[in-house]
C-alpha cells in the first residue's frame, strides 16, 4: 500500500507541470471569450439604442401626421388645440393664405423629443382640401 500511493504521488507530480500549462491555457481562453462577449454585448447595445430612437421617431411622426389629419378633417381649417395624445401631446395651428391656401404647422412631443411639419393645402370647390406640399421643419 505504501508504495501504490508513493507511486500515485509521483504520477501526480510528473503531471503537475503540464496541468499548470493547461490552467494558464483555460484562463487565456476565458480572458479572450470574455472579452469578445463584452465586445458583442457593446454592439447589441448600441443597435439597441438606434432601434429605441427609430421607434420614437416612428411615433413622432405618426403624432405629427395624425394632428395634420385632425386639421383637414375639420371643414373651418380652424386648427388643433394642444392636447394628450398617447404619451406625448399634439396641436396644430393653421394660417390663411391667398387663394383659398392656408398653411398648417403641426407639433408634437414625446417626452422632450418634437417633432414639427408643415402642409401647404388649397380648399377645392367641393369644400375638400388638397395637400399641395407637405414637410418636415427643424425641431424647436
Known amino acids: 500500500m505504501v508504495r501504490r500511493a508513493g507511486l500515485r504521488i509521483a504520477r501526480l ?13 483555460a484562463l ?11 465586445l458583442s454585448a457593446a ?7 438606434e432601434t429605441r430612437a ?10 405629427v401626421d395624425a394632428a395634420i389629419a ?4 375639420d371643414r373651418d381649417l380652424s386648427g388643433l388645440t394642444r392636447r394628450p395624445f398617447g404619451d406625448g401631446w399634439i396641436e396644430s395651428r393653421v394660417e390663411r393664405l391667398a387663394g383659398g391656401r392656408a398653411r398648417i404647422q403641426a407639433t408634437a412631443m414625446l417626452g422632450t423629443r418634437v417633432r414639427d411639419a ?9 369644400g375638400r382640401p388638397r ?7 427643424p425641431s424647436s
Open 13 to 25: 507530480r510528473a503531471g503537475g507541470s503540464e496541468g499548470g500549462f493547461a490552467l494558464l491555457l
Open 43 to 49: 454592439a447589441l447595445k448600441v443597435e439597441l439604442d
Open 131 to 137: 395637400v399641395l406640399e407637405w414637410r418636415a421643419t
Open 28 to 38: 487565456f481562453v476565458t480572458l479572450f471569450a470574455s472579452a469578445a462577449m463584452m
Open 54 to 63: 427609430e421607434a420614437i421617431r416612428i411615433r413622432l411622426d405618426a403624432m
Open 118 to 126: 408643415e402642409v401647404e393645402v388649397v380648399v377645392v370647390a367641393n
Open 70 to 73: 385632425e386639421s383637414l378633417a
